[in-house]
T-cell receptor
Framework: AQSVTQLGSHVSVSEGALVLLRCNYS??????LFWYVQYPNQGLQLLLK??????LVKGINGFEAEFKKSETSFHLTKPSAHMSDAAEYFC????????????FGTGTKLQVIP | DAGVTQSPTHLIKTRGQQVTLRCSPI?????VSWYQQVLGQGPQFIFQ???????GRGNFPDRFSARQFPNYSSELNVNALLLGDSALYLC???????????????FGEGSWLTVV
């Protein structure tokens, strides 16, 4: 079964510092990969998605992620953290083919320190 | 255009009762999926419906059921509620039933269910 592993349930960065949230997937065939953000007491908002068109994916709010097949990774980055980036981030995967069963990671809570 | 809309936003039920949650997909979207998010965890897949047919089912008991209507809206029903069913229930919609052609999945704000 497809799965994703998010390293670090909590990440703290200073405002203006680099944000790096790690995600590794398990699959022999490159799947569809996503990053979603969830603000407190809200639903999920799509940040970006990888669908094999390009390995470097740019998303909203200045976030981007790079698909690395050799490392089975899809890490999320942002050059400069803002206070408004404080939220929980979920990496998610859908296997190629089949129906839309999204499998989510356990989430990483990002804290931005002023 | 309106996004995925869910109702009710919050509700409290007693153990053993039944609950119905409703979802309206984005206009033009034919696929609806349901997820359960327990506090502190990632969402877990419950069902996907496409063109009123069940396309997939997650590892949930038969107390959970769903259906999709001709206008593509959907209902999730949970019978014989348990305390452990307390969670945020998320609905998601997309244009088609698979991930081809750059299909994107959009989530609603969710329905908070508390079972007491």
């Amino acid at each position: 079964a497809q799965s994703v592993t998010q390293l670090g349930s909590h990440v703290s960065v200073s405002e203006g510092a680099l944000v790096l949230l790690r995600c590794n997937y398990s699959s022999s065939v490159p799947p569809y990969l996503f990053w979603y953000v969830q603000y407190p007491n809200q639903g999920l908002q799509l940040l970006l998605k990888y669908t094999s068109a390009a390995t470097l994916v740019k998303g909203i709010n200045g976030f981007e992620a790079e698909f690395k097949k050799s490392e089975t990774s899809f890490h999320l980055t942002k050059p400069s953290a803002h206070m408004s980036d404080a939220a929980e981030y979920f990496c998610a995967v859908i296997p190629s083919g089949g129906y839309q069963k999204v499998t989510f990671g356990t989430g990483t809570k990002l804290q931005v320190i002023p | 255009d309106a996004g995925v809309t869910q109702s009710p936003t919050h509700l409290i039920k007693t153990r053993g009762q039944q609950v119905t949650l409703r979802c309206s997909p984005i206009s033009g979207h034919k696929s609806v999926s349901w997820y359960q998010q327990v506090l502190g965890q990632g969402p877990q897949f419950i069902f996907q419906y496409y063109e009123k047919e069940e396309r997939g089912r997650g590892n949930f008991p038969d107390r959970f059921s769903a259906r999709q209507f001709p206008n593509y809206s959907s209902e999730l029903n949970v019978n014989a509620l348990l305390l452990g069913d307390s969670a945020l229930y998320l609905c998601a919609s997309s244009l088609s039933g698979n991930m081809g052609s750059g299909n994107t999945i959009y989530f609603g704000e969710g329905s908070w269910l508390t079972v007491v």
